[in-house]
């Protein structure tokens, strides 16, 4: 741990010296402790050398999103790697349960992000989803975007391992049926935001992170809140209030967490294929 206190001393000006470290649990891509040190307490999280990339551009999406000044995320101090493991370090935020309103907080000020705009739909760096590459070539077609480089995308690597989903050209010839009378624009967004990626201060207030940023349709980031729960209703009524959702979001919300259930087949299989291939049929049988 010595590199990594020279790096956070270093990144901040302060001498830094190891004191202690204790594990956290609750993700499943990179090895996370909570270290203690000289000058502070901070988060660090380790992958194997290979991932330094992959921290780097979080960095940049932690940043971009910190600059918006809506919702909170953790300071990014620093990166690199050391001991034969890339490492990010972060601020270390102090979590406790959510108050009464804090869950409305987080859906008003999911929706303020959501007014920071870009030109075009992607990014300006590819980065991943878990530990999955996501392409982001900025593009101005937003059903272009999602077919080749979100839906298409996972259907290829799943076809590289050895998996085939049947009708997905059909649906991915398809999609332009499920955006009659709406043209998302492209919205900053978390990118990975379910449950397990915002948490509470233990003043109550909201913070996001682990995050994979691109320019997208807001309704991307909707939709992942409802895969796996821990949003209630009035997260959904703070963010509809100010603005509400596009009446056709029902159905494009299986649409847009097929990516996730592709996603995690290919990172994990199991029987989120069989979920994926029902996804497909529902969206073909829609109308």
């Known amino acids: ?113 959501h007014h920071t705009y870009g030109e075009a739909f992607g990014w300006h760096k ?55 009378g709406y043209e998302p624009e492209p919205s900053l967004l978390h990118g990975d935001l379910w449950g397990g990626n915002i948490g509470y201060t233990t003043e109550g207030q909201p913070v996001v992170f682990d995050p994979a940023t691109y320019y997208g349709d807001r309704e991307t980031d909707l939709a992942f809140t409802e895969m796996f729960g821990g949003f209630g209703p009035e997260f959904y009524q703070a963010y509809d209030e100010p603005w509400p959702r596009h009446p056709g979001h029902g159905i494009r919300k299986t649409l847009y967490n097929l990516y996730h259930y592709l996603n995690h087949h290919n990172l994990f299989g199991g029987g989120y294929a069989s979920t994926a291939q029902s996804m497909i049929d529902e969206l073909l049988a829609w109308k």
């Not at 921290?55 to 990166?79: G, N, W």
């Not at 076809?159 to 332009?176: E, I, Q, V, Y």
Request: charged share 25%.
């Open 126 to 180: 590819d980065n991943t989803i878990g530990a999955t590459a996501q392409p982001n070539p900025r593009t101005r077609s937003w059903i272009e975007f999602y077919r080749d480089h979100r839906l298409g995308f996972q259907f290829d690597l799943a076809a590289r391992g050895g998996h085939t989903f049947h009708d997905a050209d059909r649906l991915l010839g398809r999609l332009d049926d499920f955006f009659e």
């Open 1 to 113: 741990m010595k590199p990594v206190c020279q790096a956070i001393a270093d990144a901040t000006g302060r001498p830094t010296e190891y004191l202690a470290a204790s594990p956290v649990g609750g993700g499943c891509i990179n090895d996370a402790q909570r270290v203690e040190t000289s000058s502070g307490t901070y988060f660090v999280k380790r992958n194997r050398p290979d991932f330094q990339s992959a921290f780097e551009v979080e960095s940049l999406a932690l940043a971009e999103l910190a600059d918006t000044r809506t919702i909170r995320v953790p300071r990014s101090i620093c990166h690199g790697t050391a001991d034969g493991q890339s490492f990010l370090v972060l601020e270390n935020i102090n979590m406790g349960p959510p108050r009464a309103g804090s869950q409305a907080a987080a859906g008003r000020q999911l929706a303020a992000l």
